[in-house]
């Protein structure tokens, strides 16, 4: 984010506005309150001396001397001193067979009950993977498959009068919110309409 004295500005023409302007920038977006910290350290070293300085502030000797080579090797400016990424660059992968990817997206996908959660396809993964023989993951794991795979997420599809197909919007349903709390009896009650408790009946048959 840079400032060009080719934007009309009241300042246009100030000897030195323009660098004042980038530096305020830059420290405003770019230097963290800890890389400040670390600065003002390493300035009290070369100032007060290594005994002092590790007297004065809670910080080890091997810990200062990364600061002052971190410091140095940035040319010595204080966005140099930000904490770096600690993301590892080689990932662990999740490595299960194919046999049992291939069967969690068939239960992720099938057209009865799609988008099963990790919970609910645990038992039906778990039984495939007794009969082959084969590991079976957890809930969790299977949730983290789900996520690694990109969703297997199936939407609800419709065919219009022109006989295209649509995807279907998703409902909202009114919902419970999670932070209430019934006070006295009859504060929070559930109904169920005749077409639910058949769509509840159909679908407890189907499981069994």
């Known amino acids: ?15 030195g506005f323009i660098t004042v302007y980038n530096d305020a920038i830059r420290y405003r977006y770019m230097i963290t309150q800890k890389a400040q910290e670390k600065a003002r350290i390493l300035v009290f070293w070369e100032k007060h001396g290594l005994q002092a300085t590790l007297d004065a502030f809670p910080v080890k000797r091997s810990t200062l001397y990364a600061w002052k080579k971190q410091w140095e090797e940035g040319g010595k400016k204080i966005e140099s001193l930000n904490e770096k990424s600690r993301v590892p660059l080689t990932k662990r992968k999740r490595l299960w067979p194919l046999e049992v990817i291939q069967e969690l997206k068939r239960l992720r996908e099938r057209e009865v009950h799609p988008n099963l959660g990790g919970e609910k396809i645990e038992p039906l993964l778990s039984a495939f993977c007794k009969e082959h023989g084969l590991q079976a993951p957890k809930s969790r794991t299977i949730g983290n498959l789900i996520h690694d795979l990109g969703g297997l997420r199936t939407f609800p599809k419709k065919v219009s009068h022109f006989g295209k197909v649509k995807i279907a919007n998703r409902q909202k349903v009114l919902r419970k919110p999670k932070d209430f709390r019934p006070e006295y009896p009859g504060h929070l009650i559930a109904l169920d309409t005749s077409g639910e408790v058949r769509e509840r009946l159909s679908q407890i048959r189907d499981n069994l």
């Not at 984010?1 to 000897?15: D, L, S, V």
């Open 1 to 15: 984010m840079e400032f060009f004295n080719r934007i009309h500005c009241k300042y246009t023409g100030i000897k």
